[in-house]
């Protein structure tokens, strides 16, 4: 039995992989990884320098007959990825075409229903690529007009549309293209600071990640604090780790 200690982007698959299991529960199922697996329920999320218990590899003996014919099942575990695409009120994108890229593995899709892309990928591999075409934004409406001048004034003065200075924008012709650089396997659990952090950054809160709290994390958490109406703005990551687990893994 070996010990392996857990690396950035390191999953249970992905170390099963490394280690030459075809089935990554064979770790994860492991009776002496059994404290581990308690405290990390979701086998794709580890922290760094968690410790994974590596069984020792036993071989099977068969007996075969002579000219007889024997089938053998190989218990084998695909790696998938997948990725929902919602906007900020959690509705499915519906993308013009979008594509990603893990290592030899390609996703295309012109017509993707509900938002989910979906990836069988070698588990060994830890960076990607998703690359979505969005529909060009419609052109904006006219302002309205401005209302009537009242006698004697308005006070407070009513804002008037023809006073903003400001250019209308300009009809897009072209999609809108956006992509993500993917690390996949590094979303750490939300019991630890960095995981909370890491989520705060995938929801485009740019928040330092950090494996502790400061001044600058505490800025961005009183953000999503304020964003989600809290009764106290504390800047404490406790104080989110749960409802932002929920809002972040959960589509």
Known sequence: MANYSVDPGDCFARIAAKKGFFNYRTVYDHADNATLKASR????????????????????TINLNLDATKKFVLDRRMTKLRILLTDAKKTAL????C????GSAKYLNTALAGGLVELTIDPEEKSGELVVHLKALAAPGTPPADPPLANPPANPPVVRPGEFKDELPKPQDVALVVTWDLHI????????VRGSLQRLFNLTYPTPVRKDEN????????????????????GKVADIQDELETFHDNP
């Open 185 to 192: 396997g590094s979303l750490e659990p939300k019991a630890v």
């Open 215 to 234: 001044d600058k994390t505490s800025h961005f958490v009183k953000g999503y604090q304020a964003l989600k109406k809290a009764a106290n703005k504390t």
């Open 99 to 102: 594509m990603m890229t893990v």
């Open 41 to 60: 329920p979701n086998p794709n999320q580890l922290v760094e320098d968690d410790v994974v218990k590596i069984p020792d590899k036993t071989p099977k």
């Open 94 to 97: 519906v993308p013009l075409n």
